[in-house]
């Protein structure tokens, strides 16, 4: 008899290859779980239900100690809120984008103490995207050929000479602008086809291009995401990632995504209704992608060299995302809810945790197998199958309820037959789960 054990799950959902030839540390699908820096499969953090938010808010952001959202009497506007695209902060103060009830997009910038805090300046683009730097804010001109600035530290201010303007977004490439976000201190400007990264500075003649990377972009700004001197997005094709190589410094599109593309373009067609929003979790250490109610979930570690991806199913589409004090909340409708580690229900309601592996050939594809036994380290309690024929991968033998660390009570008895076996986990209650460790024991008869 012989023995193969698995205990190291660092790679995550990938499907770059097929079910019968992938890694076996890669799995199939992972349904409400991540990688933890262990490298062991754990069950997803619940939704700790905080409170109830005001009907007429919209937006969740983190100002100062407290969280925050946005009213219309907050704005001073004739015109109700219906959605909050960006909040940042400009010299000490909240500056905010929104679409009105009318289905126009405003900036306001929050300085003053009582009244309509709109900016009012006829060369403001009132586009949905802005970034702040160098004390300046930047945002898209609407019709995407420039991305046009303010004055310094005076965002009410877009139209003083030698102090606000624009970038000439269109004499280095064209494109149309789609995208900003902040890279390693600079911006990095999105356009269809190409990313521009300007070094900019408070005094607009010092502005200067420093590079173009071609063949890449984004038609989904909220995606766009800081990560560790990193910038994380969704691409037309999946998640990508921009960075530097360290040999030349050029700018290069690096697949992170790669392994979980063609789940990301299949979860995007099911979601052509929500923003793609993006959100770096400090608290979790994770790179989370809401897509509605369905979220793609980054899992990495340097230390433990583990970069997973994985996916969550929340009870209703997200609507906004925030870091406060070391716990990330989310808002889903009007309430407010913390992903919780200790939490294993979302508020209550226990949800579906699913592992999948990949058909594994225990380092002798092509014979026929008898397995004998498994054995299994768990945290908690889950229902346990083995599919084994690769043709119909619907066929399924042995399920067994399994709980803690099997190895000292005696092998999980299994009798199948077939060239290579797929594990699948399965558990849906209110307590956590976690995937240390399987040990299979089986015998090879030869060649089928």
Known sequence: MKAITFDRFDAGIDLRKGATVADANRMRDMLNCDVTNGLAISKRPGLRYIKSLSDDSVGLFALGAELSVVTQSS????????????????????????????????????????????????????????????????????????????????????????????????????????????????????????????????????????????????????????????????????????????????????????????????????????????????????????????????????????????????????????????????????QLHKLDPDQHTDSGNPFPVSVDFGYLALKAPGSLKRLIGMDAVIDGECNVSMAYNEAVTTDEGVSATLSGDTRPHGTIPIELHGTAFAPRFRCTHDKPFRLDLLTLYYDVMGVR
Not at 272 to 288: E, N, R, T, V
Request: glycine fraction near 10%; aromatic fraction near 10%.
């Open 75 to 334: 704005l001073g506007s004739a015109s109700a809120p219906v959605q909050l695209f960006r909040s940042l902060v400009v010299s000490g103060f909240l500056y905010v984008v929104v679409k009105l009830a009318g289905g126009e997009t405003r900036h306001y910038w929050h300085d003053a103490g009582t009244g309509d805090k709109a900016i009012t300046d006829a060369l403001c683009p009132h586009t949905r995207q802005v970034v702040g730097l160098a004390g300046k804010v930047f945002a898209p001109s609407p019709d995407g050929s420039t991305v046009r600035f303010s004055a310094t530290n005076n965002p009410r201010d877009w139209t003083t000479a030698d102090d606000a303007g624009f970038l000439p977004i269109s004499h280095h490439g064209g494109g149309r602008v789609t995208a900003l976000a902040v890279y390693r201190g600079m911006l990095a400007v999105f356009t269809d086809s190409h990313v521009q990264i300007w070094r900019v500075d408070p005094d607009p003649a010092q502005h200067s291009l420093v590079d173009i990377a071609h063949g890449i972009g984004s038609e989904h700004p909220f995606s766009i995401t800081p990560v560790s001197g990193d910038v994380l997005f969704m691409g037309a094709a999946g998640v990508r990632s921009l960075s530097s190589q360290a040999q030349s410094g050029n700018l290069v599109d690096l697949d992170i995504g790669s392994p979980i593309d063609s789940l990301a373009v299949d979860m995007m067609a099911r979601n052509p209704q929500y923003d793609i929003i993006g959100h770096y979790s400090q608290a979790l250490g994770k790179f989370l992608l809401f897509m509605g109610a369905e979220v793609l979930v980054y899992s990495f570690s340097r230390s433990s060299k583990m970069a997973a991806w994985s996916r969550w199913v929340l009870p209703s589409f997200v609507q906004g995302a925030a870091e406060l004090m070391g716990s990330t909340y989310i808002r889903i409708g009007n």
